[in-house]
């Protein structure tokens, strides 16, 4: 038998691009987070821990050893978890119905439901945040439907608001629980729903006992693959938010530019790397269990 | 009176939600490529069709030039990310596990797992350095940071095709005294052909859409369509945008297209 070399040798080119253009430079943001903030963006290299300190406190600018929370920090990570949980329980809302809409269909029409749910899903998530932009902007088309029916007299403001980010996150970000949520109640043993109504089961009662234990896979990918994007959203808050309606990517962003605490930045960037693998891990583990409840 | 036969698959009000979901989530878009042809310069008040965006687009030599940078960038970086996770996945694929499998997997998915955002500053960090390093700002580090974003997604087609294909048919081609290299020449890389295509196509549409790594990897004057219609979108949007991004959304629809036909037909 021939060793394993060639199989790295084939592996190699790739691997050697994505230590150098994907893996490694996040070591690297590690190392920054533990150093000074140069004067014009960049760092210097001296060792602190200031930067991870500035992330949660803040210290008086009159007496230095007056510590207290960074607010304006504490705020931004407060929002992002809302917004994206909130952004999570709309796409599931939405999905769910959806899914089983699509997975119920007769197998012609199926795909081509299933399609119109893939375009979204692969066109451009700048383009379909512009798309909603226009919609909610203060001339824009909801706000002209609504004073053409004479509704209001003078147009809602909906951008750069929180409204507005949720919004454009549950739009771009509907697709990702859609999907995994098809594939669960495409595997759906029907006649299980079938003998649940033929034991005088109520439809409610069916949808709780039997489609929803059997779609939980589904649906928990779903979650995380909706809540992981939302947690890491630049563009949509970017567009649709707005300076008073930041959230991580943002804040992340912002140290990088006007900022110019390239540590801080780092820091932050970390946070939000660790928010994901949580959520993750969380999901290895709750589907890992799962699988073995099956198997058991 | 006929009473409406009871439907398992039924649950009330489903079909509603469903609907209004479908409706939802393409009424804007729809009205984003209506507007594009209007007359006027509104977004909300319809002034007749014209055509006339579409040509301020075509006149506009930064939209020409971006969207020119753009498709350079996504042929090259979805071309070398499409050899590379070939070669990948004829390493990883088909061959019993051997150590550090799991390693080479957790690297190949890896850009799928971080926030753009991260990777956008860590790469920012990184060419920020090799910059004052080697002085070097052309479109290499646009080239490398594009290619590393496309591999997960080029691979994953291609490696699905290869668990697919028949050992026996490689076993035949040896039994009828082809080498190695022949049967991987006339064999094996001609059944692969689709998921090739299938991940170039992929890894394209990926390029083509990235805007917050390329935002914190260009050097100035290295603007892609996607970041220059985020700059644009600060200020007054005419329709004109409403034009670029109408194309911009055939182009992707063009190619979601062939990909579901390509990997549809994948069973036969």
């Known amino acids: 038998?021939?060793?394993?070399?060639?199989?790295?040798?084939?592996?190699?080119?790739?691997?050697?691009?994505?230590?150098?253009?994907?893996?490694?430079?996040?070591?690297?943001?590690?190392?920054?987070?533990?150093?000074?903030?140069?004067?014009?963006?960049?760092?210097?290299?001296?060792?602190?821990?200031?930067?991870?300190?500035?992330v949660f406190f803040r210290r008086d600018i009159f007496e230095p050893d007056l510590v207290e929370w960074n607010t304006?920090?504490?705020?931004?990570?407060?929002?992002?978890?809302?917004?994206?949980?909130?952004?999570?329980?709309?796409?599931?809302?939405?999905?769910?119905?959806?899914?089983?809409?699509?997975?119920?269909?007769?197998?012609?029409?199926?795909t081509i439901w299933l399609f119109l749910i893939t375009i979204p899903f692969w066109t451009n998530l700048l383009i379909r945040t512009f798309a909603i932009q226009e919609m909610i902007r203060n001339n824009g088309t909801i706000n002209a439907v609504l004073m053409w029916t004479g509704l209001i007299d003078s147009?809602?403001?909906?951008?750069?608001?929180?409204?507005?980010?949720?919004?454009?996150?549950?739009?771009?970000?509907?697709?990702?629980?859609?999907?995994?949520?098809?594939?669960?109640?495409?595997?759906?043993?029907?006649s299980l729903v079938e003998a649940g109504y033929d034991l005088y089961a109520s439809r409610l009662n069916v949808l709780w006992h039997v489609i929803l234990p059997q779609v939980k896979p589904g649906f928990i990918a779903g979650s995380i693959l909706v809540f992981i994007p939302a947690i890491g959203a630049y563009v949509t808050p970017r567009i649709l938010g707005g300076g008073r309606t930041m959230m991580l990517g943002n804040l992340i962003a912002l140290q990088?530019?006007?900022?110019?605490?390239?540590?801080?930045?780092?820091?932050?960037?970390?946070?939000?790397?660790?928010?994901?693998?949580?959520?993750?891990?969380?999901?290895?583990?709750?589907?890992?269990?799962?699988?073995?409840?099956?198997?058991? | 009176m006929a009473r409406a036969r009871f439907s398992i698959t039924q649950l009330p009000g489903f079909g509603l939600i469903a609907i209004v979901?479908?409706?939802?989530?393409?009424?804007?878009?729809?009205?984003?490529?209506?507007?594009?042809?209007?007359e006027g310069v509104s977004q909300s008040r319809w002034e007749g069709f014209s055509l006339q965006w579409y040509q301020a687009a075509f006149n506009n030599t930064q939209v020409r030039d971006v969207s020119l940078r753009s498709l350079w960038l996504a042929v090259t970086a979805s071309g070398l990310a499409t050899v590379l996770a070939t070669l990948a996945a004829l390493g990883t694929t088909r061959v019993g596990r051997f150590p550090g499998q799991t390693m080479i997997y957790a690297l190949i998915n890896?850009?799928?797992?971080?926030?753009?955002?991260?990777?956008?500053?860590?790469?920012?960090?990184?060419?920020a350095a090799i910059k004052v390093q080697t002085g070097y700002t052309g479109m290499g580090y646009l080239v490398a940071a594009h290619t590393a974003f496309c591999?997960?997604?080029?691979?994953?087609?291609?490696?699905a095709r290869l668990e697919t294909l028949d050992h026996a048919l490689e076993a035949a081609a040896a039994d009828l005294y082809a080498s190695p290299i022949q049967a991987f020449r006339y064999i094996t890389l001609p059944l692969m052909v689709p998921g090739i295509l299938a991940g170039f196509m992929l890894g394209f549409v990926i390029s083509l859409d990235t805007v917050v790594i390329t935002e914190f990897v260009k050097s100035a004057g290295q603007d892609t369509l996607p970041t220059y219609m985020l700059g644009q979108l600060r200020r007054?949007?005419?329709?004109?945008?409403?034009?670029?991004?109408?194309?911009?959304?055939?182009?992707?629809?063009?190619?979601?297209?062939?990909?579901?036909?390509?990997?549809?037909?994948?069973?036969?």
């Open chain 1, 155 to 190: 147009p809602i403001q909906m951008m750069f608001t929180e409204f507005a980010v949720l919004l454009g996150m549950a739009y771009v970000f509907l697709p990702l629980m859609v999907l995994p949520l098809y594939a669960a109640m495409e595997k759906m043993d029907f």
């Open chain 1, 72 to 110: 304006a920090h504490l705020q931004v990570f407060w929002r992002s978890i809302w917004l994206s949980l909130q952004t999570t329980f709309i796409c599931a809302f939405l999905g769910f119905p959806t899914a089983w809409f699509i997975a119920t269909r007769p197998r012609l029409t199926r």
């Open chain 1, 1 to 54: 038998m021939r060793g394993h070399g060639w199989k790295w040798l084939l592996c190699t080119p790739a691997l050697i691009v994505l230590l150098l253009a994907a893996s490694g430079p996040l070591l690297i943001v590690a190392v920054y987070s533990f150093l000074s903030p140069g004067n014009m963006g960049g760092v210097s290299w001296e060792f602190t821990l200031e930067a991870w300190f500035r």
């Open chain 2, 21 to 38: 979901t479908f409706v939802m989530l393409y009424l804007p878009i729809i009205i984003l490529v209506m507007f594009s042809f209007n």
């Open chain 1, 256 to 296: 990088f530019g006007q900022g110019r605490n390239w540590p801080l930045g780092a820091a932050l960037a970390l946070l939000m790397l660790v928010v994901v693998v949580g959520a993750l891990i969380f999901y290895l583990r709750v589907v890992g269990r799962n699988d073995e409840v099956r198997r058991g």
């Open chain 2, 151 to 159: 591999i997960p997604f080029a691979y994953l087609p291609i490696r």
């Open chain 2, 236 to 268: 007054t949007v005419t329709p004109e945008m409403n034009a670029i991004a109408t194309l911009f959304l055939a182009l992707s629809l063009v190619i979601v297209t062939a990909f579901f036909l390509i990997t549809r037909t994948r069973g036969r």
């Open chain 2, 110 to 127: 890896q850009p799928l797992m971080v926030p753009e955002i991260v990777t956008g500053i860590a790469l920012l960090i990184f060419v």
